[in-house]
């Protein structure tokens, strides 16, 4: 079955701390990774999107990374801001092709606190 | 430029009308796709439409569901004798195709739809 899972499913940290998401997938076949950031309220923004070959890849405070023999993802926030407070999710398509479909994790929600 | 727009913002409704939603994709973006998300729940595919192709709608729930898109551009996605288990947000969202391996989706604010 084509499935994202991520955990933690909630997480809270101070301000200026470190933390790491995580996705496990067993979508195939596989062909890229996203991971979104979607505020309350509002739809996703895309952070990154990691291909097959891509092991890891940073966007600001954002790193993303990826093993394709495991099946697994991170994302990695650096030096956290009350704005990070989001929920992230991790997205797989489904298949090869162009069929642009989407499967999507259950998200991990971040509350930042000062 | 715009992204991707949708109207209501919110929508409260008696179990049993009909709705429909709307979505102004980014000009230009030849796909355009419907998503739901539930309470507590990742967001779930329903329908997408990519150019002048026939529609994917593999994942729209019920019959009840329908949605159309007009000269390419402008969609509705129409909830007909509408079930408190409706009540969602629907998010649209549009891509310059459907390619799963480059064209990113961006995505609309959704609708906030309640039904009471």
């Known amino acids: 079955k084509n499935q994202v899972e991520q955990s933690p499913q909630s997480l809270i940290i101070l301000e200026g701390k470190n933390c790491t998401l995580q996705?496990?997938?067993?979508?195939?076949?596989?062909?890229?990774l996203r991971w979104y950031k979607q505020d309350t309220g509002r739809g996703p923004v895309s952070l990154t999107i990691?291909?097959?070959?891509?092991n890891t890849k940073s966007n600001g405070r954002y790193t993303a990374t990826l093993d394709a023999d495991t099946k697994q993802s991170s994302l990695h926030i650096t030096a956290s801001q009350l704005s990070d407070s989001a929920s992230y999710i991790c997205v797989v398509p489904l298949g090869s092709g162009n069929t642009g479909k989407l499967i999507f994790g259950q998200g991990t929600t971040l509350q930042v606190k000062p | 430029g715009a992204g991707v727009s949708q109207s209501p913002s919110n929508k409260v409704t008696e179990k049993g009308k009909d709705v429909e939603l709307r979505c102004d994709p980014i000009s230009g973006h030849t796909a355009l796709y419907w998503y739901r998300q539930s309470l507590g729940q990742g967001l779930e595919f329903l329908i997408y439409?990519?150019?002048?192709?026939?529609?994917?709608k593999s994942g729209l729930p019920s019959d009840r569901f329908s949605a159309e898109r007009t000269g390419g551009s402008v969609s509705t996605l129409t909830i007909q004798r509408t079930q408190q288990e409706d009540s969602a947000v629907y998010l649209c969202?549009?891509?310059?195709?459907?390619?799963?391996?480059?064209?990113?989706?961006?995505f609309g604010p959704g609708t906030r739809l309640t039904v009471t």
């Open positions: 969202a549009s891509s310059r195709s459907t390619s799963a391996f480059t064209y990113e989706q961006y």
């Open positions: 439409f990519q150019g002048n192709s026939a529609p994917d």
């Open positions: 996705c496990n997938y067993t979508v195939s076949p596989f062909s890229n």
């Open positions: 990691m291909t097959f070959s891509e």
